[in-house]
């Protein structure tokens, strides 16, 4: 099995940038997916295969990796940003599959 | 649309077997393309795979859960499974349903409401 950690919390200001990260060996071999996730409500795909967007997801989301990192970045988020994202991807051994622990953003 | 619903009881006793279903409407599961899994979400707290049924019939399991952990899928009623044995308090849960799209790249692209199991007496 494998780890992905992410920062428990961020916040961004209504308009401004925010990079989501997700760190884990894994992320070296395999590519990773976003989901957003609202209270009360079931996650929803944002990226997939590191950098691509679902049909109906806002171009200010976006999605980038570099070796053992994968990032989302909104740029010029919106009060209905605010959410708690989780990437997610295959373990070491390729069979299963592991989440982030979560990243609760607040826009101010 | 294809929609995926899970259901199932909301409560469950300490040591006995949570079984849920996820049902298929609008579509199939039945595809080279897709696979259902089940992922769950204890209170407050983050995500966590659980398994997978894949179309070919293997089946792969959270290693922390793959003593206890059952899931199986009937394409004729559209309809994946899930049996949980030996429950406790920890197995407290928002339990969802998951298509696994395959490809290139594999993800979650569609996710039922989930459904809350309590285990408690």
């Known amino acids: 099995s494998s780890e992905m950690t992410q920062d428990p919390a961020l916040s961004v200001a209504l308009g401004q940038t925010v990079r989501i990260t997700c760190q884990g060996d894994?992320?070296?071999?395999?590519?990773a997916s976003w989901y957003q996730q609202k209270p009360g409500q079931a996650p929803v795909l944002v990226i997939f295969?590191?950098?691509n967007r679902p049909s109906g997801i806002p171009d200010r989301f976006s999605g980038s990796n570099s070796g053992n990192t994968v990032s989302l970045t909104i740029t010029g988020a919106q009060a209905e940003d605010e959410a708690d994202y989780y990437c997610?991807?295959?373990?070491?051994?390729?069979?299963?599959?592991?989440f982030g622990g979560g990243t609760r953003l607040t826009v101010l | 649309q294809l929609q995926l619903q899970e259901s199932g009881p909301g409560l469950v006793k300490p040591s006995e077997t949570l079984s849920l279903s996820c049902t298929v409407s609008?579509?199939?599961?039945?595809?080279?393309?897709?696979?259902c899994d089940w992922i769950r979400q204890p209170p407050g707290k983050g995500l966590e795979w659980i398994g997978s049924?894949?179309?070919?019939?293997?089946?792969y399991y959270n290693p922390s859960l793959k003593s206890r952990v059952t899931i199986s899928a009937d394409t004729s009623k559209k309809e994946v499974s899930l049996r949980l044995t030996s429950v406790t308090a920890a197995d407290t849960a928002v339990y969802y349903c998951?298509?696994?799209?395959?490809?290139?790249?594999?993800?979650?692209?569609?996710w039922g409401r989930g459904t809350l199991v309590t285990v408690s007496s």
């Open positions: 295969g590191n950098n």
């Open positions: 609008g579509g199939s599961i039945s595809s080279n393309s897709y696979f």
């Open positions: 998951a298509r696994h799209h395959t490809g290139w790249d594999w993800y979650f692209d569609l």
């Open positions: 997610n991807s295959r373990d070491s051994g390729g069979d299963h599959w592991v």
């Open positions: 894994n992320l070296r071999n395999y590519y």
């Open positions: 049924n894949y179309y070919s019939g293997d089946t």
